[in-house]
């Protein structure tokens, strides 16, 4: 399983941006998958869960201005992004359970993860 995630960049306060996810192989069709994102000297953060049915889970961080979705046409998750906060700057990763799991999950390094894209919230 290969991820491949884009779509981050710069924007300014207030923003919106869409990060998107294509994902390799057949896993995706059986797994949830979750954004996570890392900001500079901090500890990772998951940020949203989506499940291969549609259900939705979100940090209270983002709750309500955050949308996760997923295309199973495309194998493409989606990360959208409205009223940006200079605090959500940060390197995003989508993720992908290295077994067969879907349902809500705690990230582990030997899950499958992409390359990461760089967010920064910034005027």
């Known amino acids: 399983v290969q991820l491949q995630a884009s779509g981050g960049g710069l924007v300014q306060p207030g923003g919106s941006l869409r990060l998107s996810c294509v994902a390799s192989?057949?896993?995706?069709?059986?797994?949830?998958m979750s954004w996570i994102r890392q900001a500079p000297g901090k500890e990772r953060e998951l940020v949203a869960t989506?499940?291969?049915?549609?259900?939705?889970r979100y940090a209270d961080s983002v709750q309500g201005r955050f949308t996760i979705s997923r295309d199973a046409k495309r194998n493409t998750v989606y990360l959208r992004m409205s009223s940006l906060k200079p605090e959500d700057t940060a390197v995003y990763y989508c993720?992908?359970?290295?077994?067969?799991?879907?349902?809500?999950?705690?990230?582990?390094?030997?899950?499958?993860w992409g390359q990461g894209t760089q967010v920064t919230v910034s005027s």
């Open positions: 192989g057949s896993s995706f069709s059986f797994n949830a």
């Open positions: 989506v499940t291969t049915g549609g259900s939705t």
């Open positions: 993720n992908m359970p290295s077994f067969r799991w879907d349902s809500w999950y705690s990230p582990q390094d030997t899950d499958y």
